[in-house]
């Protein structure tokens, strides 16, 4: 049972990544999918997340109107498209998996420092460097 996340690189401000998240040893589309990032000396915070069941989503107010999460359970793999980067969006940029959908949004809105001990799975990390 694993997640992958991938796509991370180095991009310069303005710029665009998209970030895949891809489920092994089970399927994708009977969970809600959250992605998460950490900046060097801060703690790890909530970006979006997008519900198993309706897909509904949510986003931070500091991704709000410029990234987008979907998923294509067919593939097992939920994306982040991220546009219009900016240099604080640097972080390591995580994805995990859920049933629970109120737990998921609970850790994007009040921050996600315990949101690793709780969530069900969790990708390994990939890093976005937004710099010029």
């Known amino acids: 049972v694993q997640l992958q996340a991938s796509g991370g690189g180095l991009v310069q401000p303005g710029g665009s990544l998209r970030l895949s998240c891809v489920a092994s040893?089970?399927?994708?589309?009977?969970?809600?999918i959250g992605w998460f990032r950490q900046a060097p000396g801060k703690e790890r915070e909530g970006v979006s997340c997008i519900s198993g069941r309706d897909g509904s989503s949510y986003y931070s107010n500091s991704v709000k109107g410029r990234f987008t999460i979907s998923r294509d359970d067919a593939k097992n793999t939920v994306y982040l498209q991220m546009n219009s980067l900016e240099p604080e969006d640097t972080a390591v940029y995580y994805c995990?998996?859920?049933?629970?959908?109120?737990?998921?949004?609970?850790?994007?809105?009040?921050?996600?420092?315990?949101?690793?001990?709780?969530?069900?799975?969790w990708g390994q990390g990939t890093l976005v460097t937004v710099s010029s």
């Open positions: 995990a998996a859920d049933h629970r959908w109120a737990t998921m949004v609970h850790w994007m809105v009040i921050g996600a420092a315990g949101a690793s001990a709780d969530l069900t799975h």
């Open positions: 040893g089970f399927t994708l589309d009977s969970y809600n």
